[in-house]
């Protein structure tokens, strides 16, 4: 009985240490075993919200200045390309590994929220950076399914 007990403990402890190693949390591994589509496409998404920030860098554009009226309240763009990142991130492997019966309801939701935000974040851009933002709009019309 003792020794069932110890062998889970390092058991755990072992998964615990790849885990750290690889820099994933429990439900980021559960979203990469069970829907690798899904894993990859945010994994996509961060780093298109990544190449979005260093574009509006190399531009100089304070993206924490400017301001996006989406559904009737402003916020600084950077909150929104951060919300982007952080529901591919976090929330998104969180709602896939939890047992919720509407989880993908609500995924679907989540990004087509960010995706009305980043559309309406595009417009308030300057000129020259709104292309900048094509490939991340793109990459949000293209989520996985369930299934996938």
Request: with cysteine.
């Amino acid at each position: 009985m003792m020794l069932k007990s110890v062998i889970r403990f390092f058991t755990a402890l072992r998964w615990a240490l790849v885990l750290t190693a690889r820099g994933e949390t429990p439900w980021q591994a559960a979203l990469r075993l069970r829907h690798p589509a899904l894993a990859a496409w945010c994994l996509e998404s961060i780093r298109q919200t990544d190449m979005f920030l260093a574009a509006a860098k190399a531009a100089q554009v304070d993206l924490a200045a400017l301001p996006v009226r989406v559904e009737g309240r402003g916020r600084p763009a950077s909150v929104i390309i951060s919300g982007v990142r952080y529901h591919a991130e976090h929330e998104y492997p969180y709602l896939v590994g939890g047992a919720d019966p509407h989880r993908w309801l609500t995924l679907q939701a989540l990004n087509l929220n960010d995706r009305f935000a980043v559309s309406r974040m595009r417009e308030a851009l300057p000129p020259p950076l709104q292309p900048a933002v094509d490939p991340l709009l793109d990459h949000l019309d293209r989520l996985p399914g369930e299934t996938a």
